[in-house]
């Protein structure tokens, strides 16, 4: 069968990727695409045509595929000289714009995005654009799609968190025009200015609140928040522990309207109809028929409901790229071209990249057409006369044996499924739930056959009703709680997700090439295709999973966790130590789960040998609630002093029964891969000091040979004048800086007791307490001391290697645009770029 629009897609897409590249590697992207032309003009012909002649016009669109690829991503990845991420500064300032689309509630807050109108600052008014993210921590506040609001508040870059390897959030909002952030504390701050958007917009979402609403008073707990996801994509209730338990269980899409929702909407509207139709009266049925035969008028009347449902479940862009996909599947039953599964395929992702060219790069579009590539490979491949569904054989061998097929043939395409999407699932969440291989095969189709078609009828009963509470809901309650029970139940598998390390963007890659070659080995490009990825797995350095160090080396990283302090010590007999886990980044994010444990497991690393709690505050402690939770522990340092701020990681300590250590200044000396630990503070009898909560962290100096480290959490002057007053060995080659560099910190007596060489802050980007203060850094800076700022620099990473010290940050090892004012500079440039990705 030919397919002539899949050279077409392939090289779009390349010009897609070329694009995104194009900024870092230009020569490597040149040199690349005049390799590819050229092997496309030395190729033969082929079948109908001579031996030998270029395929003039294959390449042809394949050249103007990719330079419409190349350019419509360049066009789109513009940000416009007006775009309000120019003026987030941190400053407080008037915004006014209007909703564009439904705002996302949350227990404590209230998230919207906003399109940027107009801002105010001082006397002046300006003309943006651009979209704004909103957080309102006042969940009473009623916002709507359309609403044009006006607010105040400090109006700030997304940044995210500057760490190795970790989740680029704030690249991953940008793509869809998010470069900008605002908080508002409370909805009297907010105030309405006027409608916009589309009247036909501003009503389904009106309606989807109404569902949501009468959800929340017909439902509770778990229920509630699983039905608002399935049925609308309301997540902002779901709890992190009812997340954990579906990704343990590895059936998270189930909570997401993505493709398989919007697959079972399709399916069911498509059979409902087309069954309805057949058994009309044969008279009308003729009738009908002699215009449209019923699969055909089918599709036709489920176009309308499914855009209907993708509009009531908030128009997401992972809801809409599924859509796109139903719809091409539909118009292929429409003009008999249903059969085709991978031009049906090839189609939509076309269609979806035209649309936002930036879908590539998203993780749902990722997931969810690798998902359907390999389910329709695993049906070319398996689905013939030892699989065929419905075929004479079957009909004549019983109904036994014709079941036991299909289940074999579902267990098929899951395991397609699954393991396809593995590499990408690792890559962004750094695990494998080998347990969906099961769970799926359950949970899918008692979901899709039960939940969902209930859940579905059921709120549109209560849309249709105008009803408070939604209609049926004890069933409702007795469904979602089976389903519940049936997660609880795979989650509680023996190692049911494994954490990896993120694999590499170029190892996925190969593995997927080695993957598609392997089906398609007969043809000439899959043996070519075959041979380079093998050749990369085994050559390249970059397609290694575990970032290794040799033995011997001292490797420390203060990590970025934004306003608190997390380091982590890499000794050189392979033993890791853990210095607080930061934390208070939102009530909804969990600095443990979304930054510590991914670095963590980034390097490789299943057991903390030694977690050092240096006081309990949220902004310290808060993260190592989940590295506890997660990994081997060995001890747990603490300064004996017990908060509120403390007491979950303190309960979780005691059931996992750690052994804790109480830490003070007379505690003795203690010897970890070749490095001592001596500690400074806190004094073990506080009694009548009138000390402070940041006072009594944990001080203490690890020595390894000839360099030096102070860690000095969150203690402030008193502390500092004390210390230095008390003599003793204070000399440090690297010192971690009081309390953020916060202006009480800063004691003349103490920084020059100490004298580093290097000082290393830890901060959050455009704070509230307007840390490091210019006092702290001037003091730092005066004694000779080279400053880093984890809110500038990202990560610092400070090893001891060969008797050398060397400093990184996160920003030496990002990739650098290249500048094409000076060529030589340029090379130099891209050369660097190119040694950081093969696996410096």
């Known amino acids: 069968m030919q397919r002539p629009l899949i050279p077409l897609v392939v090289s779009y897409i390349y010009g897609i990727v070329a694009a995104e590249l194009f900024r870092y590697f230009p020569v490597m992207v040149v040199l690349v695409s005049i390799a590819i032309s050229l092997t496309l003009t030395l190729s033969p012909k082929g079948r109908g045509g001579r031996e030998g002649r270029p395929q003039w016009s294959l390449l042809s669109i394949v050249i103007i595929a990719a330079i419409t690829g190349f350019f419509y991503m360049l066009y789109d990845s513009r940000v416009p000289q007006d775009d309000i991420s120019f003026y987030a500064t941190g400053e407080k300032m008037t915004i006014i714009g209007m909703l564009d689309e439904p705002a996302k509630y949350a227990s404590q807050k209230v998230v919207a995005h906003l399109r940027a109108m107009k801002i105010i600052k001082g006397e002046r008014e300006l003309d943006v654009s651009g979209r704004v993210r909103v957080s309102i921590y006042d969940p009473e506040v009623v916002l709507s799609y359309g609403d044009i609001i006006k607010l105040t508040g400090r109006l700030k870059r997304i940044r995210g968190f500057k760490n190795p390897g970790l989740f680029d959030y704030a690249r991953y909002i940008a793509r869809e025009g998010i470069r900008a952030s605002v908080g508002v504390g409370k909805k009297e701050n907010i105030s309405k200015a006027g409608t916009g958007g589309s009247h036909l917009l501003r009503r389904i979402y009106r309606w989807r609140e109404e569902i949501r609403l009468a959800i929340v008073r017909g439902l509770s707990g778990p229920s509630s928040t699983i039905l608002q996801a399935m049925v609308i994509g309301a997540t902002g209730d779901l709890t992190p522990e009812v997340r954990d338990k579906f990704t343990a269980a590895g059936i998270t899409h189930i909570l997401s309207i993505s493709g398989s929702h919007l697959g079972f909407v399709t399916f069911l509207a498509f059979f409902i109809i087309r069954y309805t139709l057949v058994y009309l009266p044969c008279r009308i049925l003729l009738k009908l028929s002699l215009y449209m035969i019923p699969s055909k008028m089918a599709a036709l009347s489920t ?3 499914i855009i209907f449902y993708t509009l009531i479940s908030g128009g997401e862009i992972a809801t809409v790229r599924s859509l796109i996909m139903a719809v091409v599947y539909l118009t292929a039953i429409l003009i008999e071209r249903e059969d085709d599964a991978i031009n049906t395929l090839v189609v939509a992702v076309l269609l979806v ?4 060219p930036q879908a590539l790069f998203d993780i749902s579009f990722q ?7 390999s389910m329709i490979i695993v049906t070319n491949r398996f689905d ?5 569904i419905c075929s004479q054989k079957e009909e004549e061998s019983g109904w036994g044996k014709r079941y036991w097929k299909r289940f074999i043939f579902f267990v098929l395409l899951t395991l397609g499924a699954t393991i396809s999407t593995a590499p990408i699932v690792a890559h962004y969440y750094n695990q494998f739930t080998w347990v969906g291989l099961i769970s799926n095969l359950v949970i899918v189709p008692f979901v899709g056959f039960a939940v969902l078609p209930v859940g579905l009828f059921t ?13 049926l809901a004890w069933l409702n309650d007795l469904l979602l709680s089976g389903l519940y029970r049936l997660v609880e139940f795979f989650a509680q598998f023996p190692l049911s997700v494994i954490y990896l390390p993120s694999p590499r963007p170029l190892l996925i890659f190969s593995i997927g090439l080695f993957s598609l070659s392997l089906f398609f080995l007969r043809a000439r490009w899959a043996k070519i295709s075959l041979c380079l990825s093998i050749s990369l797995l085994i050559l390249s350095p970059g397609c290694n999973p575990l970032i290794k160090d040799k033995k011997g080396v001292m490797r420390i990283t203060f990590l970025d966790v934004g306003q608190g302090d997390s380091a982590l010590i890499e000794f050189p007999d392979k033993r890791v130590m853990l210095i607080d886990g930061g934390g208070t980044f939102s009530e909804t994010f969990d600095m443990g789960r979304s930054v510590v444990a991914p670095y963590l497991w980034n390097r490789g690393i299943r057991k903390v040998d030694f977690v050092v709690s240096t006081h309990p505050q949220l902004d310290h402690v808060e993260g190592l609630i989940y590295t506890v939770d997660k990994f081997t522990i060995g001890e747990v340092w603490t300064s004996g002093r017990r ?3 403390a007491r979950a990681f303190d309960s979780m300590v005691q059931e996992r029964g750690i052994r804790e250590v109480i830490i003070h200044r007379d505690t003795g000396e203690r010897r970890i891969g070749g490095c001592r630990v001596n500690f400074v503070s806190p004094p073990e009898d506080i009694k009548g000091n009138g000390y402070n909560i940041n006072d009594l962290s944990i001080v203490m100096r690890l020595i390894c040979e000839d360099v030096t480290f102070l860690f000095t959490g969150d203690i402030e002057s008193k502390m500092m ?3 230095a007053a008390r003599g003793g060995p204070l000399e440090s080659t690297v010192i971690k800086v009081p309390h953020h560099g916060a202006r009480g910190s800063v004691e003349e007596s103490f920084i020059s007791a100490v004298k580093p060489g290097i000082a290393v802050i830890s901060a959050g980007y455009q704070n509230l307490y307007h840390h490091p203060s210019p006092e702290t850094i001037t003091a730092y800076e005066r004694i000779g001391a080279a400053v880093y700022r984890t809110d500038i620099d990202g990560a610092v990473i400070v ?4 008797g050398r010290l060397r400093v990184r940050t996160y920003e030496d090892m990002a990739l650098k645009k290249v500048e094409f004012e000076n060529l030589r500079t340029g090379f130099t440039t891209e050369l660097s770029n190119l040694q950081k990705i093969w696996g410096d």
């Not at 013939?384 to 065929?388: L, N």
Request: aromatic share 10%; glycine share 4%.
């Open 721 to 723: 004048r004390e210390i």
């Open 643 to 645: 908060g509120a701020a």
């Open 459 to 471: 709120c549109l009963l209560a849309l249709i009703s105008h009803a408070q509470v939604i209609p």
């Open 367 to 373: 997931l969810s057409y690798t998902a359907v590539l």
């Open 799 to 802: 090893e001891r290697k060969d």
């Open 353 to 356: 990249l035209l649309w936002n």
């Open 384 to 388: 013939g006369d030892k699989f065929q």
């Open 303 to 305: 176009f309308p409901l």
